[in-house]
């Protein structure tokens, strides 16, 4: 693993980072920290379209996790030793920690149910908070969640950082099954499921967006980058939504 230091890591972090490991003979893997923030997220988000922009010729796949860029390139095109110098250059061209993120972005704001049998464990989860479960509701509904990566099932995004009082852990056990567009809370994160799969997140909210859309020219609905903002309704509207497409009353806008 290589350290280069061109930049300020996020607070709490050592002058460690970032740091550039390879994967496998074919990949980079970018680290920007060695625990979620939102500077390292930001990071590895701005890394990425940075990359893109160079059009490195030998560059064949991006992605990113919640702090890191990943790259696939072409060994036969570009020697291991030249595509690393190139990522140790840009990286070595700015504060990435403070980069802007990416252009295009946009705000969704998804109708959702809170608690209710449509979603029973709001108050189990309120209660990890410390919270009561309108005060739970209200804070998360203010809060302006980014997607910080998609993962574990198509299309699906984690979405942060929820106020410091939803640091709850995971449950101990599995549910055995939460439903397609289920919101889903701990670590002060929240999963918007675009599956229907077991889970050891707490179920508090149920919405009818559905993110992945395979006959669609764009499958993936969110993009990392978009942002989130889950509206509060009743069981009632929830159920009119039905009618309402894949969407479910989810409307979008541009932020840049």
């Not at 893997?29 to 701005?46: G, H, I, K, Y």
């Not at 999963?191 to 050891?200: A, D, K, N, Y």
Request: glycine share 8%.
């Amino acid at each position: 693993m290589t350290n280069v230091q061109p930049t300020s890591p996020p607070q709490g972090q050592t002058s460690d980072w970032p740091q550039v490991a390879t994967a496998g003979f074919d990949g980079l893997v970018v680290r920007f920290a060695d625990t979620l923030s939102e500077p390292a997220n930001r990071a590895a988000l701005a890394f990425r379209v940075a990359v893109e922009r160079a059009g490195w010729s030998a560059v064949q796949e991006t992605s990113t996790s919640l702090v890191s860029t990943y790259l696939r390139f072409d060994p036969l095109g570009t020697a291991h030793a030249e595509m690393m110098q190139q990522v140790k250059t840009l990286l070595a061209s700015r504060d990435w920690y403070d980069a802007a993120l990416p252009e295009g972005r946009k705000l969704w704001r998804v109708p959702t149910v809170f608690g209710t049998d449509l979603a029973p464990q709001l108050a189990e989860a309120a209660e990890r908070a410390g919270l009561t479960v309108e005060e739970a509701v209200r804070q998360i509904a203010e809060t302006q969640l980014r997607v910080q990566t998609i993962g574990f099932a198509p299309g699906q995004p984690y979405l942060g950082e929820l106020p410091p009082a939803f640091d709850i852990p995971r449950q101990t056990n599995l549910t055995p099954q939460v439903p397609e567009g289920a919101v889903v809370v701990a670590i002060r994160q929240i999963v918007l499921f675009s599956v229907t799969t077991p889970t050891g997140w707490r179920h508090i909210g149920q919405t009818r967006f559905r993110l992945f859309r395979p006959d669609a020219p764009e499958p993936f609905v969110l993009r990392p980058g978009d942002e989130v903002r889950f509206e509060p309704i009743s069981p009632e509207t929830y159920a009119a939504l039905e009618r309402d497409g894949p969407d479910g009353g989810a409307t979008c806008e541009v932020l840049s």
